[in-house]
């Protein structure tokens, strides 16, 4: 097969020193990205609910993911004073919801209420998770890590990595006990102001690893 020739003339820039775009490109390129949907409590018992397009899966066994808060939020805060969260799937028909969660409100204002969507109890910590999303991940803190640029200065961004100690997922997304994807509906985050996109069986294609 042959591969595409990359084009001689590149757009080049060190990003200290700005893209001079009109909006940067890197949320962009590194994406379209899972969003991380974390639910939590505070120690006073107030509930939290807010999206983060920096999240992803970083290990197996045991299964480890983390989201990353630009900004010291009421999420990281809450996961510091309990060491709990759960992760719940955003799929196409709550898109919607996902988004009203992204309201910047009081740490008081329970974004559940906000979204008109219901907590539910989790079975092995004591954060509820979102009923109506298919799938959920109860989740306990291994991390919390600022992080810092390469001259060493600590910039305001908090990665949390928590362990998944229990799972839920919809019944009707097992298929012959396989997870389906593309029947989810997973929605991801794109770059710029607005963008997302949505999986379907349209976008599956498999190849296996060499032998």
């Given at each position: ?19 001079g775009l009109p ?88 974004e559940f209420e ?36 390469v001259n060493g ?59």
């Amino acid at each position: 097969m042959k591969l595409p020739v990359v084009q001689d003339t590149v757009y080049f820039y060190e990003p200290r020193n700005g893209h001079g775009l009109p909006h940067d490109p890197f949320n962009a390129i590194i994406g379209p990205r899972p969003i991380g949907w974390i639910s939590t409590r505070s120690a006073a018992g107030a509930l939290n609910l807010a999206p983060y397009s920096f999240f992803n899966a970083f290990n197996y066994t045991p299964p480890i993911v983390g989201f990353a808060s630009i900004g010291y939020k009421d999420s990281v805060r809450n996961i510091e004073e309990t060491r709990e969260f759960t992760w719940n799937l955003v799929t196409r028909p709550l898109a919607e919801a996902m988004n009203q969660t992204c309201a910047a409100v009081p740490p008081e204002v329970s974004e559940f209420e906000l979204a008109g969507l219901t907590p539910i109890d989790s079975r092995v910590i004591v954060v509820p998770r979102v009923r109506e999303s298919p799938v959920s991940f109860e989740c306990r803190c291994t991390q919390i890590v600022q992080l810092q640029g390469v001259n060493g200065d600590k910039v305001p961004t908090w990665l949390v990595l928590g362990e998944v100690v229990a799972v839920h997922i919809a019944q009707t997304l097992l298929k012959e006990g396989i997870y389906d994807t593309a029947a989810a509906g997973h929605i991801l985050r794109g770059g710029g102001a607005a963008d997302y996109f949505s999986i379907g069986p349209e976008q599956l294609f498999k190849m296996r690893r060499p032998a």
